[in-house]
C-alpha cells in the first residue's frame, strides 16, 4: 500500500509542511492535533471541549484513511497547565476507555498559540480482518 497523506484542507499544512495524517501501510500516524472546531473554525476556552474536538477531527482523518479509533496503539498527550490533566483524562476515558493505547501525558510550558490547552497525537495500525 503506497503512503497517503491526509488533509484537513487547512492551509497552514502546506505552509508548515505537514500533513494531519500519513498512512503508511498498515500504520497511520496523525500528527499533533489542538482542539479547534473546525466547522465554526473558533476554539473553546475549556479543556473538556478542546479534548473532544482533537478526538474527533482524529476520528475524522483516520476514517478516511481507512482505520477505527479501536486501531489505535499509541497516543501522545499534551497539557499546558497540570490543573487540566483530570479533565482531559475524563475525556479520554470516554473515548479510548476500552481501547486502552500506550499512552504519555507531559506538561509543557506552551502549545503553538495561547487559547490552546491540549495536543494529542496518536499512531494506529490497523487490526488484522
Known amino acids: 500500500m503506497p503512503r497517503r497523506l491526509i ?11 505537514y500533513s494531519r495524517a500519513v498512512i503508511d ?19 473553546p476556552s475549556d479543556v473538556t471541549s478542546q479534548s473532544r474536538n482533537c478526538f ?3 476520528e475524522a482523518a483516520l476514517q478516511e484513511g481507512g ?7 499509541r497516543a501522545t498527550y499534551y497539557v499546558t497547565d497540570a490543573s487540566y490533566i483530570d479533565a482531559h483524562f475524563a475525556v479520554c476515558g470516554e473515548i479510548l476507555g476500552d ?18 490547552k491540549v495536543e494529542i497525537e496518536v499512531t494506529a495500525k490497523r487490526r488484522g480482518t
Open 7 to 17: 488533509s484537513t484542507g487547512s492551509p497552514l499544512e502546506k505552509t508548515v509542511g
Open 25 to 43: 501501510g498498515e500504520f497511520a500516524f496523525v500528527a499533533g492535533t489542538t482542539g479547534y472546531d473546525y466547522t465554526t473554525m473558533t476554539m
Open 56 to 58: 474527533k477531527t482524529i
Open 67 to 73: 482505520f477505527e479509533m479501536a486501531d489505535i496503539v
Open 99 to 116: 481501547i486502552r493505547p500506550a499512552a504519555t501525558l507531559l506538561v509543557v510550558s506552551a502549545l503553538a498559540r495561547p487559547e490552546m
